[in-house]
């Protein structure tokens, strides 16, 4: 009995590491939909549920070509909600929004694609509670320059403590040392243009 025993602990500890070995394939499609069942036979694996389409994972966020509606790769694969886009002028694009992670790397709500749509390292980051108890949002993006304006919900970007709205160094995603001169927001989902020349990254930061 204790060698049956013994045998069976040492089956279930060895299913349990082989358990937590495995990885999330992030190149397999999904659905828009539940799936109930799932078989496998073979190199085929069968699906069914509550679904109507079945494709890629492109996140939150995608660009599509302007001419032929396609969409571009690689996707950004965003981990969240994407609320607004702005382009860099140099081909690539600032985002901002709800997201926690881009192309399988941690973003807090800011996130910057070249021309190439792949991730860069530019990471301000907007953190904070807002004052409905909310996760911290990004909803505006003005790039101008070298300075990129984001407005939203957030009280600590780029390293810095900033109330809803902020100006951060496009290159470093440092935040500015002046400020942008704006009323106290709770969204601030406005236009952010009549702020451009309240601060600018052209000086020292914090």
């Known amino acids: 009995m204790r060698t049956l025993f013994a045998l069976a602990t040492?089956?279930?500890?060895g299913s349990a590491a082989t358990a937590l070995a495995q990885s999330v394939d992030t190149t397999l499609w999904v659905t828009n939909g539940s799936v109930f069942s799932v078989v496998r036979d073979g190199?085929?694996?069968y699906i069914a549920g509550n679904f109507t389409r079945v494709g890629p994972v492109m996140g939150g966020g995608i660009a599509i070509d302007a001419?032929?509606?396609?969409a571009l790769?690689?996707?950004p694969k965003v981990a969240g909600h994407v609320s607004v886009v702005a382009p860099d002028g140099s081909g690539g694009w600032f985002l901002g929004g709800d997201f926690i992670a881009v192309a399988g790397q941690p973003r807090s709500n800011l996130?910057?694609?070249d021309a190439s749509g792949q991730l860069t390292s530019w990471n301000p980051g907007a953190a904070g509670s807002n004052v409905s108890?909310?996760?911290a949002i990004v909803r505006a993006l003005v790039v101008s320059g070298n300075t990129v304006y984001v407005g939203g919900a957030f009280q600590r970007i780029g390293g810095q403590t900033r109330d809803h709205v902020a100006a951060i160094d496009a290159s470093t995603g440092a935040a500015c040392s002046t400020r942008p001169l704006t009323p106290r927001s709770r969204t601030c989902n406005v236009a952010l243009t009549p702020i451009h020349k309240a601060s600018?990254?052209?000086e020292n930061h914090d």
């Open 43 to 45: 190199g085929t694996t």
């Open 73 to 75: 790769t690689p996707y």
């Open 200 to 202: 600018h990254c052209d």
């Open 111 to 113: 996130a910057h694609l």
């Open 10 to 13: 040492a089956l279930l500890l």
């Open 133 to 135: 108890g909310f996760g």
């Open 67 to 70: 001419a032929t509606g396609v």
